[in-house]
Structure formats: structure tokens, C-alpha cells
């Protein structure tokens, strides 16, 4: 039988260390909303999306009450909606109108983020992928709670060049858009190489045409939770460090497994997967970053900051896959900038940069994430920024995102301010040099060797 | 048979039990095993309890208790055994 030290550890790691579940996520196929017109389409993915997810929040809340465990967010990702709306949109707007529809679709079931406002164009863009993309800034702009994304690169089809060009631009409109809130527009937007069917978390989340029809995903959390434990092993050899992440880890991801399950029995659809992400907030004690310094360092992105995330990264994933059959999505820390106070802190006293995040990314996901840049930097820039990411991410085999925002009339030195769990964000400096050349040839940038495996 | 897991955390004071045990006597709750210790300084109480039988949902319950706790000057949680036998237990 359970014993009471037992009880007392887990209601500890609740109220005082921040362990929670940080989303639901109900995956919902649009691929059966199909009709002759766009509105049709609209009054389709309505009522599928208000029918799926009409106990999706309430659910959400019997299971936080019965267990004692809050469940942060309440979400829900689509098909890539250049799928869904390719046969029927013949212009940017028409993709607007079903941005929209799944804004109110959002409101009605009362999630607080929508994702799958996408296309994946990792070869090439097909003209329905293309108006998609062009469609973005206007559709997040015109929307509080649609989320974005554009799968630009693979290890199996290389990184498609012409994509990359084309979304520097589209970051820019987002962000002149949206200038009136900090460039708000360009947080739900997120760039993937390698970008997996069933991520829960956003902005980067979409139903994959590989999955069924309705499913739950379960991203959990606790970087609080792995920080106190390691308090507790303060000075003792990398050995004991690493069994006492992945114990840590473990325990986060069996709650995770647990409310998956619950969730997945009382909405009568299939459960999928557990994203194993460490994910931090801007609450004090929830950074990803105190956990670094907890490790051994000053501030996070001092020297040993990316082997001892590398160490961290693969403790959190040792631990997690003994929790659940079913691990999946992004899966590994996640180091925001805006997301997370302590990260912050590093920025403003000068021991982080744009050049080490990169560097950060390589061993963990995802990738340059809520990065706030100078609003007057170039388009070309953005893409190059964004091409190195994909690099990374294409060569590695793994999966790297860009989620950069130009803040408009703000420039180093200032702070963007997004607000709840967006956090704010210092204005990082970028490298001034050019890659004008570079960004506008055309074409891709063909697959790397090691993806010829047959 | 699902077993609900009551904690009771705060400063110690008398009759804390009495009046939990009362509530659940009313409630028709059967106590299956109780257990406390002092961390810190603080009183800590877990009860197992069999809800089957009670008279109330266990959302009631957990509200009801949450109020009994307020007066009392304790925190009460109501809560599945389930979260703590994944966590603790392969």
C-alpha cells in the first residue's frame, strides 16, 4: 500500500515545485471536411471540431480535480490545413476564412490555443502550400488563438531554399501586422525541419496525415521538479546526477501516462502519445535554465552549457521511455527564451547568445525558440537564421524549429512584453553581415548522405 | 475498488482527526488505514478511504473538505490512489 513519505513527495512536487501536466492536446482530422465551396468546407471543420472537442475542457478539469494534478492547457492540433483547404482555396483569403472558423471553433470548446494552421513543403510547395504560407500573416493577425507552422526541411528530402526565402518575408508581415502588440502575430508561428505528426505542444502542433482520426497527446512538464531533486545531490559525481534526472523523469512522465489514460478512456477516443518535454514557464522555479545552473554553471550559455543540456536532455528521455509505451512528439527540453525567467536573466547579463542557443540546439529540442530580434532585421537574415536551424536539424536526424520575432520599433536593448506563459522577451542582437546571396538562389538543398539508407 | 487517498497538512492542533473522522462517519467513508507524521514542524495526516458507499460524489467530498480545512486552519486533499501508485510503483 501507497505510504504516507510517498504522498507527501508527490503533493510536494504539485504545490510547491510546479509538477504539472502542461497539455491535453485532441488531435482532430480535418481530411473528412471536404465540399465544393469554402464555406462549406468552414461550416464542416466547425461542426467537427465543436463535436470532437465539445468535453475536451471539462474532461480536463475532472481529472485535475479527482487527481490533484492541474492540467495547464487544454488544446487541440488539425491537419495541415494546406491539405484540408487545397481544393477549394483560390486565394490567401479563402485560407483566412477557415483561420477564422477555427478561431471560433477554438472559442466555442473554450481551448486556449488551436495548431495545425500549416503546410509541410519540406521539397517543395505545392500553389494550394504556397497561398497557405501567404495567408499567414494576415490569418494570425486576424486570429487570437490559431497556431502555425511550415515543415521547410527533412533528412530524407533535404531543406527546400525557395520556402525558406518565402518565410523570412512572411515573419516580417506577421510581425508589421502585429506591431501594435509587440509583434505578437509572429509567437504563433514556428518554422520545422524534421517536424513530427504528433506534437502536443504549441505553436508547432498538427495532426499528421499519418495519424487516425481523433487521438489525445499528453505533453508533461516539471523542470521544477528536477531542479529541487537536484538540490538534493548537490557536489556528487555526474553518476548519481544522471539516476537522479532520470528517476525525476520518470515519475513526471507516469503522471503524464496516467492522465493520458484518463483522458483517453473518459473522451472515448485513442490515446497516442506522451511528449517527455521538459517545459518550462516564466514562474520562479520553473525555468530550464536553473536547472543548468543547478547543474554546475553561472548562467546558462557559459561554457559547458550545451554538454551538460546534452546530459540533461538524454537523462530526461532515459527515464521518461521506461514510463510509457508510448513516447513521442518533441520529446526533450525545451529552452525558450521568453518562456523562461532564468533564461532571461542570462540574456540581459550578457552570458547568452543567439550563437550559443544555436549551439544549445543541437542536443536538444527544439530550437531557436520565443527569440525576440531587432524589428528592422532583414528578411534575408531571418532565412539564414532559419536555414542554419534546419541544417541542423536535416544533418542531425532530429527535429529543430525557429520561433524568432522581429519585435517592430524596438531594437537591442528593449524588452518585448507577450504576456501569461509567452513571458517577455530581451531584444537579442543578430550577426549584421549579409547573406543576401545566399538566401536568394533557388531551388533545395538536397538530402545529406546519411539519409540514402535502403 | 477505486481507494481515495485524504491528506491533511498544517499546523497541529486538537481535534484536526475528530473532525475529519466525523465528516467522513457522515458521509458514509470508510477509513481503511490512517497514518501521520511530523515534517518540518508540520502535522501531516493521509487517510485511505473507500468512497464507494458515500453519500456524495467525490467532487462534494473534496469541496466539502476543502472548506472543513479552511475553518480549521488546515490544507485537505482529496485525491485518487491511482497518481501515487504510478509514480511509486512499476
Redesign the interface.
Known amino acids: 500500500?501507497?505510504?504516507?513519505?510517498?504522498?507527501?513527495?508527490?503533493?510536494k512536487m504539485i504545490l510547491e515545485e510546479n509538477l504539472d501536466v502542461r497539455t491535453i492536446t485532441m488531435g482532430i482530422s480535418l481530411l473528412d471536411c471536404k465540399a465544393d465551396t469554402v464555406e462549406k468546407v468552414c461550416d464542416k471543420i466547425y461542426a467537427k471540431i465543436t463535436d470532437r472537442a465539445k468535453n475536451l475542457v471539462s474532461v480536463g478539469q475532472?481529472i485535475e480535480?479527482?487527481?490533484?494534478?492541474p492540467i495547464v492547457n487544454k488544446r487541440i492540433s488539425v491537419t495541415p490545413i494546406a491539405l484540408v483547404g487545397g481544393g477549394v482555396c483560390e486565394t490567401t483569403k479563402d485560407f483566412v476564412k477557415i483561420a477564422k472558423t477555427l478561431d471560433k471553433a477554438a472559442k466555442e470548446v473554450g481551448v486556449n490555443l488551436i495548431g495545425g494552421y500549416s503546410a509541410l513543403v519540406s521539397k517543395a510547395m505545392t500553389p494550394a502550400d504556397k497561398l497557405l504560407i501567404e495567408s499567414i500573416p494576415e490569418a494570425l493577425a486576424s486570429t487570437d488563438r490559431v497556431c502555425s507552422s511550415v515543415n521547410v526541411g527533412s533528412t530524407k528530402t533535404g531543406i527546400n531554399m525557395d520556402a525558406v526565402r518565402l518565410i523570412g518575408e512572411i515573419i516580417l508581415q506577421t510581425a508589421e501586422l502585429t506591431k501594435e502588440q509587440d509583434s505578437l502575430g509572429c509567437i504563433k508561428f514556428v518554422v520545422f525541419c524534421n517536424a513530427p505528426d504528433d506534437n502536443p505542444f504549441m505553436a508547432g502542433a498538427f495532426l499528421g496525415v499519418t495519424e487516425g482520426d481523433t487521438v489525445i497527446n499528453v505533453g508533461v512538464s516539471g523542470p521544477g521538479v528536477v531542479k529541487k531533486a537536484l538540490e538534493s545531490v548537490r557536489g556528487a559525481d555526474f553518476e548519481v546526477l544522471c539516476e537522479t534526472i532520470k528517476k525525476t523523469a520518470f515519475?513526471v512522465t507516469?503522471?503524464g501516462?496516467?492522465v493520458a489514460q484518463e483522458a483517453s478512456k473518459r473522451l472515448g477516443y485513442p490515446f497516442g502519445i506522451i511528449d517527455l518535454s521538459l517545459a518550462p514557464t516564466p514562474a520562479v522555479g520553473d525555468s530550464i535554465a536553473e536547472i543548468l545552473e543547478e547543474i554546475g554553471l553561472e548562467y546558462a550559455g557559459a561554457p559547458g552549457t550545451t554538454a551538460a543540456l546534452a546530459m540533461l536532455n538524454d537523462q530526461v528521455k532515459k527515464g521518461g521511455i521506461m514510463a510509457s509505451s508510448y513516447v513521442g512528439g518533441l520529446s526533450g527540453a525545451f529552452i525558450p527564451v521568453s518562456e523562461d525567467q532564468r533564461m532571461i536573466d542570462a540574456v540581459q547579463a550578457g552570458a547568452l547568445t543567439l550563437e550559443k542557443l544555436e549551439a544549445m540546439t543541437c542536443v536538444c529540442s527544439v530550437g531557436l525558440d520565443m527569440i525576440a530580434v531587432p524589428g528592422d532585421t532583414k528578411a534575408t537574415t531571418l532565412s539564414g537564421i532559419i536555414a542554419d536551424e534546419m541544417a541542423i536539424g536535416m544533418i542531425n536526424q532530429k527535429t529543430t524549429a525557429v520561433r524568432i520575432i522581429p519585435v517592430i520599433g524596438k531594437t537591442v536593448g528593449d524588452v518585448a512584453e507577450f504576456g501569461g506563459l509567452f513571458g517577455t522577451a530581451p531584444v537579442m542582437p543578430v550577426n549584421q553581415f549579409s547573406c543576401d546571396a545566399f538566401i536568394n538562389r533557388t531551388g533545395r538543398i538536397p538530402a545529406p548522405v546519411h539519409s540514402f539508407k535502403n | 475498488m477505486k481507494k481515495t487517498i485524504l491528506t491533511v497538512v498544517g499546523k497541529d492542533s486538537v481535534g484536526i482527526i475528530a473532525k475529519v473522522c466525523t465528516y467522513l462517519a457522515e458521509n458514509k467513508i470508510n477509513i481503511l488505514d490512517i497514518s501521520q507524521t511530523i515534517v518540518q514542524g508540520f502535522f501531516n495526516m493521509m487517510m485511505i478511504v473507500d468512497t464507494n458507499e458515500a453519500s456524495k460524489s467525490l467532487d462534494e467530498i473534496s469541496d466539502d473538505l476543502d472548506k472543513i480545512g479552511e475553518e480549521i486552519g488546515v490544507r485537505i486533499q482529496v485525491q485518487l490512489e491511482d497518481i501515487f501508485n504510478m509514480m511509486h510503483r512499476l
Open positions: 500500500m501507497i505510504n504516507i513519505n510517498e504522498v507527501i513527495e508527490t503533493n475532472e480535480k479527482e487527481y490533484g494534478i515519475k507516469r503522471v501516462q496516467l
